[in-house]
Structure formats: C-alpha cells, structure tokens
C-alpha cells in the first residue's frame, strides 16, 4: 500500500482560502486515484474531492464543486485540495485517500470502501 502523509489544516476565517497537501511514498503514484474525504465531529465521513490517475478527470461532491480545487502532481507525489470561501460547514478532519482501482466510475462514486489507503488526517476549522 501507499503512504499518505496530509499537511496544510489550519484555523481560518469564513470566506478565507487554504491549501491542502498530501505526501505520498512507497509505490507508483501513478497507479493510484487520489481523494480527499472529510469527517466533522459527530458525523460520518464523507467524499469531497477525487482525480484520476494523470490528473486529467476529477470529480466533487455537490457541497464543494466550484469552492474546491483537486489536483496532483505526480513528480511530487503529491495531491493538493486548494480550498477557497470557506465555510464554518466546512469545518472537519481532511483526510487524504489512494484506491488502486483501475475502474473510473467505481472511484469518482466517492466511496470509502473503494480507497484502501489513507492519512492520518490535518483538521480544517473555519470560524470567526
């Protein structure tokens, strides 16, 4: 399996922007979809963001899509969630995800199941 180290969380204000990295290290980037999934307190966790193998398919859940960004570069083996307005909704544990599923449609469905390595997560908090 891949490792997964996530970075970038902080305490931001509403309407403010962060930036989420995610290491990863010890097979082929390449070979692997990337996610992003988040769990508030008290909340099950849930898919946020997902890229293909080469970057060139991603996928957001209804909650994100036009606020988040999901990008990789496979050089850095690295995966980034540019998070932009902010909300206290937003709020959560982000955790980084890698499926080694070779089925698009299986991966952009978001499920956790599907993705069997995963950070240790970075918290995110959005208040003022």
């Known amino acids: 399996q891949v490792q997964l180290v996530e970075s970038g969380g902080g305490l931001v204000q509403p309407g403010a922007s962060l930036r989420l990295s995610c290491a990863a290290s010890g097979r082929t980037f390449s070979n692997y979809c990337m996610a992003w999934f988040r769990q508030a307190p008290g909340k099950e966790r849930e898919f946020v963001a997902v890229i293909s193998w080469s970057g060139t398919s991603t996928g957001y859940s209804d909650s994100v899509k036009g606020r988040f960004t999901i990008s990789r570069d496979n050089a850095k083996n690295t995966v980034y969630l540019q998070m932009n307005s902010l909300k206290p909704e937003d709020t959560a544990v982000y955790y980084c995800?890698?499926?080694?599923?070779?089925?698009?449609?299986?991966?952009?469905?978001?499920?956790?199941?599907?993705?069997?390595?995963w950070g240790q997560g970075t918290q995110v908090t959005v208040s003022s």
């Open positions: 995800a890698a499926s080694a599923s070779a089925s698009w449609k299986l991966v952009v469905a978001g499920t956790a199941s599907v993705f069997a390595s």
